[in-house]
């Protein structure tokens, strides 16, 4: 999609590629981009870390270009009025923005218009939102690994609906939001299981961009955050298929896995605790991996 004439217009109205928005960032030398693929763009030079994230789905287009305009706001001064960070934000908090966490319905929308079964998965028909356990993706893999390095205080999570709420995951809970029950499987929730506080906000399809900014800008504040309490859960099982496989997903997770023949110690720290309470909880290690459960005792 060339942007040679009105390089903002589509953003206002139409569905762009990923390559299309690092192309024409990198032209504007805004929002720091490095990977074509999976743009992700930086606003801020604070101290606290913020990362917004949507675009699980080709359906999120319009909260992604309002972010991808609001990062365009502050390097060039005749895009479409909009609202954005303040000045007081961006000196306090360091945002990243991931306007496309499935870049692959995004990319390929000219032939997937009207295929709803592919709005959200990627190239390899894997649905990005609800791999965040077995990380089978690469998107999933690079998502999970940009959090773990960066350590935010604040992740904002973006998805399209009928309507606007607003819910924090458990186990932490955020000022007075509602606290709801997510899956860890489900990248919407999953990072608050692994210790990060996250808010996420649901915004109705027809949105406008000027709504939809609105509604951002006042979530990248300071909160009153609380964690539950958990009980310091172990697990022994054993490993029917690719034991080096499964333990590197386990590590990936932040575990403490120690290995014994075909068996498998996992243990949590006090992050992440919560993810590996609720797998046992929730049977999700046998429904997602070929192994057997053998022991759950608290440390």
């Given at each position: 999609m060339p942007f040679t004439a009105e390089p903002f217009k589509a953003l206002?109205?139409?569905?762009?590629?990923?390559?299309?928005?690092?192309?024409?960032?990198?032209?504007?030398?805004?929002?720091?981009?490095?990977?074509?693929?999976?743009?992700?763009?930086?606003?801020?030079?604070?101290?606290?870390?913020?990362?917004?994230?949507?675009?699980?789905?080709?359906?999120?287009?319009?909260?992604?270009?309002?972010?991808?305009?609001?990062v365009l706001s502050k390097c060039v001064n005749n895009v479409h009025t909009i609202p954005t960070f303040s000045a007081s934000q961006l000196s306090k908090w360091t945002i990243k923005v991931i306007p496309f966490a499935n870049p692959w319905p995004f990319s390929s929308w000219d032939v997937?218009?009207?295929?709803?079964?592919?709005?959200?998965?990627?190239?390899d028909g894997i649905p990005i939102r609800y791999d965040a356990?077995?990380?089978?993706?690469?998107?999933?893999?690079?998502?999970?690994?940009?959090?773990n390095e960066v350590k935010p205080e604040l992740i904002i999570m973006l998805t399209a609906s009928s309507e606007w709420s607003i819910m924090t995951p458990r186990p932490i809970s955020i000022d007075g939001?509602?606290?709801?029950?997510?899956?860890?499987?489900?990248?919407?929730?999953?990072?608050?299981?692994?210790?990060?506080?996250?808010?996420?906000?649901?915004?109705?399809?027809?949105s406008g961009l000027y709504e939809i900014t609105q509604r951002i800008i006042q979530l990248i504040r300071d909160y009153n955050v609380k964690h539950e309490e958990i009980k310091p859960l172990e697990l022994v099982i054993r490993v029917d298929g690719d034991i080096?496989?499964?333990?590197?997903?386990?590590?990936?997770?932040?575990?403490?896995?120690?290995?014994?023949?075909?068996?498998?110690?996992?243990?949590?720290?006090?992050?992440?605790?919560?993810?590996?309470?609720s797998l046992i909880d929730n049977n999700l290690i046998e429904h997602y991996f070929n192994v057997e459960i053998l022991e759950v005792h608290l440390q």
């Open positions: 206002l109205t139409d569905i762009v590629t990923p390559k299309y928005v690092f192309s024409l960032m990198n032209s504007l030398k805004c929002g720091l981009l490095s990977d074509k693929d999976l743009p992700i763009l930086t606003m801020g030079t604070g101290a606290k870390r913020a990362i917004v994230i949507t675009g699980f789905s080709v359906l999120d287009y319009r909260i992604s270009n309002a972010l991808i305009y609001m997937i218009r009207g295929k709803e079964s592919f709005y959200l998965l990627d190239d356990l077995t990380l089978k993706s690469k998107y999933s893999l690079k998502l999970h690994g940009l959090i939001y509602e606290t709801a029950e997510l899956s860890p499987t489900d990248f919407l929730g999953h990072f608050a299981h692994e210790g990060y506080p996250t808010i996420v906000m649901t915004i109705p399809r027809e080096n496989n499964i333990t590197n997903i386990f590590r990936l997770h932040g575990f403490l896995i120690g290995v014994d023949g075909n068996k498998l110690i996992i243990r949590a720290n006090e992050k992440n605790q919560f993810l590996l309470n």
